[in-house]
Nanobody, 120 residues
Framework: HVQLVESGGGSVQAGGALTLSCVVSDDTIRSRCMAWFRQTPGKEREGVAFMSAGDSFTFYDDSVQGRFTISQDDAKNTLYLQMNSLNSDDSAMYYC??????????????WGQGTQVTVS
């Protein structure tokens, strides 16, 4: 099955920016719903940004609307999350997720290992 590998996390000061990347192991990214989730200790994993490139559809959680941008590069089989104006509430482990197709609601059954974002 498809594998996802995230990168780009790190430590940043409040107000700063980071870009997360997620490389998909095959060339099917355009035929899948893709998403970024995040999780902090003791809390449930929450979805922050969703993308269905086949339908050119994106959706953001209210907490990141206007600050985060999800995008993908089909040629590189890579999903991105551009994060601007970061604050301490954005500190979390960020996960890339993929569904097997473009069905809605998506079944995010494939997950990366996560990349840590810390905002101080």
């Amino acid at each position: 099955h498809v594998q996802l590998v995230e990168s780009g996390g790190g430590s940043v000061q409040a107000g700063g920016a980071l870009t997360l990347s997620c490389v998909v192991s095959d060339d099917t990214i355009r035929s899948r719903c893709m998403a970024w989730f995040r999780q902090t200790p003791g809390k449930e994993r929450e979805g922050v940004a969703f993308m269905s490139a086949g339908d050119s559809f994106t959706f953001y959680d209210d907490s990141v609307q206007g600050r985060f941008t999800i995008s993908q590069d089909d040629a590189k089989n890579t999903l991105y999350l551009q994060m601007n104006s970061l604050n301490s509430d954005d500190s979390a482990m960020y996960y890339c997720a993929a569904a097997p197709d473009l069905s809605w609601p998506p079944d995010f059954r494939y997950w990366g290992q996560g990349t840590q974002v810390t905002v101080s």
